[in-house]
């Protein structure tokens, strides 16, 4: 059975969920899966037959899906990587032109850089929901790199250009999560997403390295340090969008070069197959995906958390480099040092996620970060104001160096919803929710509160446990959520079962034969 059923939106079938956790499950719908077999699956208004690339009557072995996974983990991924990468090159410098004095220079006080990086987190959140409808309207190999040129140019006063940024920066990460999806199956997600995050810290660590050497550049050609660093981040970006254009394929059956046929046919079909709801991966998204997304508590607890969990990153991500000055080094020195709390960050990120994918529980996995952030947050609210220099510095290296959950909880979310239209509009509301915390989370360090931040520590580590609530709620729903709709199902007969799957008017990820991933 190919795990693909006519008439369903998203049937229950085990190649939609972890194969571990499937083992457990086998027995108890062995009933169900008879039923699916019994039914016809070569009509021809079944959606596959629409796909290009997809072949119904394919079969391929284990060593041939893996070569075709180490081809788009060669050819795709890696340039992904890159994007990512200078993404947050603009997004994060600023942290190290704080250091560099840039907010006197431009006459006003870290709060109205404050206030800036507020700006920036409303105009992000409310451009994200847009960029997925319209990424599906023009492609997104052609709108990611689009994107990407558009926030290179930076002019006019501070404000504006923080605007511009946010206007520009909004649509591309839920266009590469969309983009994505359309390539790898469910289970492969969340390491390739927690990588995606993770490269974000090393751009970030690249860009205190790189800071420490630009920064001597003041005063060359009446620049100041941290105006050389934009300009220089701004010229990469460009080279990179550039090259985007031309690189980046639509689907498998359009990168020239990449696969031969049979190859491009097995991407394709067995991401259909292990998830029905990419069949309309590049279909537009409709009100009633738009409808079905907002009408959803699950997405609303998925949103909630990532809100409280993500808005303790802000105000460590953007004074970290202050932080370490504040505590007696150098500005060129304080970059400097940013750079192992940002290299911690990728390395355990990326072996927690893998963890996840290979055991589940991406919950109990999510809980790691929160718990070592809040352990660092309230360290730094517990030194003393005349602790050491190297004290302050490690305290402040593991608050930031706290592993990266962000990724694999999207991987989590979008494995857990369906239809793709639904999921396409979640990812882009679940990356504006991971940037409107960032207007909460600006105002938390205040300049009353400087140089330690007692305060705001204090309001950090509360939200950590508030998060870590929601992450076990999160976990305890779906798991009851299975438990009954297994039983309401078991209860069902086969004719019942059969009525309902003909008839029912819900969706995807709401129908009574959908299980979630735990």
């Excluded at 027995?27 to 037959?49: F, G, Q, V, W, Y």
């Excluded at 409303?122 to 990611?144: D, E, M, Q």
């Excluded at 689907?251 to 020239?256: D, L």
């Excluded at 990326?350 to 109990?364: F, N």
Aim: aromatic fraction near 12%.
């Amino acid at each position: 059975m190919d795990g693909i059923t006519k008439g369903l939106e998203e049937p229950f079938f085990p190649e939609l969920v972890s194969h571990d956790i499937m083992k457990e499950k086998h027995d108890k719908t062995s009933s169900m899966a008879s039923t699916m077999e019994a039914l016809d699956i070569s009509n021809s208004n079944d959606p596959r037959h629409n796909q290009e690339g997809y072949d119904s009557t394919l079969e391929w072995t284990e060593e041939e899906e893996k070569q075709v996974i180490r081809i788009i983990d060669m050819r795709l991924m890696p340039f992904m990587l890159l994007m990512s990468f200078v993404l947050n090159m603009d997004r994060t410098n600023i942290s190290n032109a704080i250091s560099d004095n840039m907010a006197a220079d431009l006459g006003f006080t870290n709060d109205g850089v404050n206030t800036a990086i507020l700006t920036y987190s409303l105009v992000f959140t409310l451009f994200t929901l847009p960029s997925n409808p319209i990424a599906k309207r023009v492609g997104a190999h052609i709108w990611i790199p689009f994107l990407m040129t558009s926030w290179a140019i930076n002019f006019g006063t501070f404000m504006l250009v923080r605007v511009l940024i946010a206007v520009t920066e909004a649509g591309f990460i839920p266009a590469c999560l969309g983009y994505l999806t359309g390539w790898y199956k469910t289970k492969e997600l969340a390491t390739r997403l927690s990588i995606f995050w993770g490269v974000q810290s090393l751009a970030s660590a690249f860009s205190g390295l790189i800071s420490f050497g630009i920064f001597r550049l003041a005063g060359t050609a009446g620049l100041e340090g941290w105006k050389w660093l934009f300009l220089i981040d701004g010229i990469l970006t460009h080279l990179v969008a550039f090259l985007a254009f031309w690189y980046l394929p639509s689907r498998a059956t359009k990168a020239t070069g990449w696969f031969t046929e049979r190859q491009a046919k097995i991407s394709v079909t067995r991401v259909i197959r292990d998830d029905l709801s990419k069949t309309d991966q590049h279909s537009r998204i409709t009100w009633t995906d738009i409808k079905e997304a907002i009408l959803d508590t699950k997405v609303w607890l998925h949103l909630l958390t990532t809100f409280s969990g993500m808005m303790t990153d802000t105000p460590i991500t953007n004074y970290l480099p202050t932080l370490i000055k504040n505590g007696g080094f150098p500005t060129t020195t304080a970059n400097l040092l940013t750079v192992p709390a940002y290299i911690i960050n990728l390395v355990f990120s990326i072996i927690i996620a893998s963890s996840s994918d290979r055991y589940g529980e991406v919950c109990l996995h999510a809980l790691i970060g929160n718990v070592w952030q809040g352990v660092g947050y309230a360290a730094l609210w517990a030194l003393p104001a005349d602790a050491g220099r190297w004290k302050l510095f490690a305290a402040a290296t593991v608050t930031a160096g706290s592993p990266s959950w962000h990724g694999m909880h999207i991987a989590y979310m979008s494995a857990n919803l369906s239809p793709a239209g639904k999921r396409a509009f979640a990812l882009g509301a679940i990356v504006g929710a991971a940037n409107i915390c960032g207007v909460p989370g600006s105002q938390i360090y205040q300049a009353s509160d400087a140089p330690r931040y007692a305060q705001g520590n204090m309001i950090c580590v509360i939200m950590k446990i508030f998060t870590i609530l929601l992450f076990i709620t999160i976990r305890f729903r779906y798991s009851l959520t299975n438990k009954w709709r297994a039983s309401k199902w078991k209860s069902m007969t086969d004719a019942e079962r059969m009525e309902y799957m003909e008839t029912t008017k819900h969706l995807g990820s709401n129908r009574l034969d959908y299980r979630f991933l735990i």
